[in-house]
Each structure stands twice: as C-alpha cells, then as structure tokens.
C-alpha cells in the first residue's frame, strides 16, 4: 500500500517564484485564460508585499515540491467593523487531487483570517467547477449570491 504524501501549507517565499509560476500557469489554463510575463511578476511581487491591503499568498508541499497554491485579501465590508477574507485563487496540480490540497489551502486561508480578527471568509467559482464545487459544499456554505461584472 503506497503511502500518501503529507501535505504542508506555509506561506509563499521568495524562492518559490518558479514553482509558482509554473502552478499559476496552470491554473490560469484551467479557466482557459493567460496573463503576460509582466503581470506574473507583478502578481508574485505582490503577494510578497508588507501592504496589509495587498495579496496574501499560501503554498502546499508535498515531497519537497510545491502542489498547491491559494491567494486571498483582506478588505473592509460595509455591514462589519472587522474585515473580510476574500480567497481569490485556488489550486492544486491535478496530479495530487484527492490527497486534500484543497482542503488544506482553505482551511490555511481559514487560520490566516482567524489570526488577523476576519470573521468571514469567501470565494468565487465557475459553475463548470464540479470537482471544486463538491470540495467547496463540505467546507463551505453556498450563497444565493450571483456576480454581475462591468460590461
């Protein structure tokens, strides 16, 4: 019986930029989209930023390799003194799906908006995302919300 790999969550380093890169890629891919160089490196630039406003980045390792990745803010609300989470992208290699990459990204951005008083956290997804959206209805609550964008 072949043991599964322990999967570690930590924040995105410096040194992980290809690794990302690579994971990004791929997620970009997923939703049949791609961004140029320029904005890859912004992007990265920017999760490693000190603004509290900016991007957070968070990894998972597996076997000394970077499997998943996870980007989330945090922004004031309307209805709440403290702020609110917001998971912007999720993603694990399609390689180590079912091994709780997901999961673990998720309950890191859990633990991180925990620690910075964010007593709500939230995601969008595409309707076509069956295998997410199954993941996504364990450890979340659907809303009846729908996203309207600038035309």
């Known amino acids: 019986m072949t043991q599964k790999p322990a999967v570690v969550v930590r924040a995105l380093h410096a040194t992980d ?15 049949e989209t ?3 160089q320029e904005i890859h490196d912004l992007y990265f630039e920017r999760l490693l930023g000190n603004d509290p406003q ?3 980045g968070l990894v998972a390792e597996a076997d000394g390799r970077l499997v998943g990745l996870t980007h ?8 709440s003194a403290e ?3 917001y998971l912007q992208d999720l993603y694990a290699d ?3 799906r079912g091994l709780g990459v997901g999961r673990a990204l998720i309950e890191g951005v859990y ?3 925990d620690d910075a008083g964010a007593p709500s956290a939230y995601w969008l997804t ?13 450890i979340g609550v659907k809303t009846p919300f729908i996203k309207y964008s600038r035309a």
């Open 17 to 31: 930029k290809a690794q990302w890169s690579a994971l990004w890629t791929g997620y970009l891919a997923f939703y």
């Open 34 to 36: 791609s961004r140029p």
């Open 54 to 56: 900016d991007f957070n």
């Open 72 to 79: 989330y803010l945090f922004h004031r609300h309307g209805w």
């Open 83 to 85: 702020n609110t989470c």
């Open 94 to 96: 399609p390689q180590v």
């Open 111 to 113: 633990r991180a908006a």
């Open 126 to 138: 595409q309707d076509f995302n069956a295998e997410a959206r199954r993941l996504y209805d364990r």
